[in-house]
């Protein structure tokens, strides 16, 4: 704990829930506007999370921007254990509507995750009532993390 307060300085939020901690940031990350999350478990670091809060008026640039994350960690971490494309309305899928919009909707949600060594690194998109939530977590596999998105 103390090592993520030395590195960062005052979290804007601290939040305790049983023996987890989780101490929240603004943050620049890659030129992109994020809430990132420290997730300390039994004063532990468990993971840590990223949220972009950057708004784009054009919603594909969220598809963009995801699709560009996921082929950077391919490139650099190896083949994810899987890459979930899921439509819950197939008719957005048929109508061959833009993917940004599919996604604000609540129609379309991607998610990937890979494994290095002992640490798990998960990339989702996913939104509903035009609100995205554009989220990465890196978690060490060793911990049990039960609060994970």
């Given at each position: 704990e103390t090592v993520v307060l030395r590195a960062e300085g005052r979290p804007l939020g601290r939040e305790q829930s049983g023996d987890m901690?989780?101490?929240?940031?603004h943050r620049d990350v890659l030129g992109k506007k994020?809430?990132?999350?420290?997730?300390?478990?039994?004063?532990?670091?468990a993971s840590i999370r990223l949220h972009l809060l950057e708004r784009y008026a054009n919603k594909d640039r969220y598809v963009t921007d995801?699709?560009?994350i996921r082929e950077f960690l391919s490139a650099?971490?190896?083949?994810?254990?899987?890459?979930?494309?899921?439509?819950?309305?197939?008719?957005y899928a048929e109508r061959g509507e833009n993917l940004g919009t599919a996604v604000t909707s609540g129609s379309l949600s991607l998610s990937s995750a890979w494994a290095y060594r002992d640490t798990g690194l998960r990339?989702?998109?996913s939104g509903e009532n035009s609100e995205i939530l554009f989220a990465a977590e890196i978690n060490d596999l060793k911990t049990k993390n039960p609060a994970s998105f």
């Open positions: 901690e989780f101490l929240r940031y994020c809430l990132v999350t420290y997730v300390l478990v039994g004063r532990k670091l995801y699709n560009k650099n971490v190896g083949e994810p254990r899987y890459n979930n494309v899921v439509w819950k309305d197939r008719a990339l989702s998109l």
